[in-house]
């Protein structure tokens, strides 16, 4: 499956911005989608993630603020981001994974870029 990534851009602290992660084809069966970030600096890391059942798991960082979403229909997972702070600046992948337990699959988006000033 390929996933695209969108929705980043540049907005001041306490803003909001909603990405989209479009696949290449149905995501029924796919049991885990993910967003993860990478700051410059520092290693990739798992920011939001949800399962085909709809159980969703969340970085300490982000709960209360981020709300990760999936459309089966469209083919398309969400992430919408509240309250942005300026350490939420980073590129934004979202990662797929067919089977299994856990998170992070094969597959990634290009990444987004996120920008949050102060």
């Known amino acids: 499956v390929q996933l695209q990534a969108s929705g980043g851009g540049s907005v001041q602290a306490g803003g909001s911005l909603r990405l989209s992660c479009a696949a290449s084809?149905?995501?029924?069966?796919?049991?885990?989608i993910a967003w993860y970030r990478q700051g410059p600096g520092s290693r990739r890391y798992l920011v939001a993630g949800?399962?085909?059942?709809?159980?969703?798991n969340y970085a300490d960082s982000v709960k209360g603020r981020f709300t990760i979403s999936r459309d089966n229909a469209k083919n398309m997972v969400f992430l919408q981001m509240n309250s942005l702070k300026p350490e939420d600046t980073a590129v934004y992948y979202c990662?797929?994974?067919?089977?299994?337990?856990?998170?992070?699959?094969?597959?990634w988006g290009q990444g987004t870029q996120v920008t949050v000033s102060s």
């Open positions: 990662n797929a994974k067919e089977g299994g337990t856990g998170w992070g699959g094969p597959y």
């Open positions: 949800i399962t085909s059942d709809g159980s969703t």
């Open positions: 084809r149905s995501i029924h069966s796919i049991n885990a």
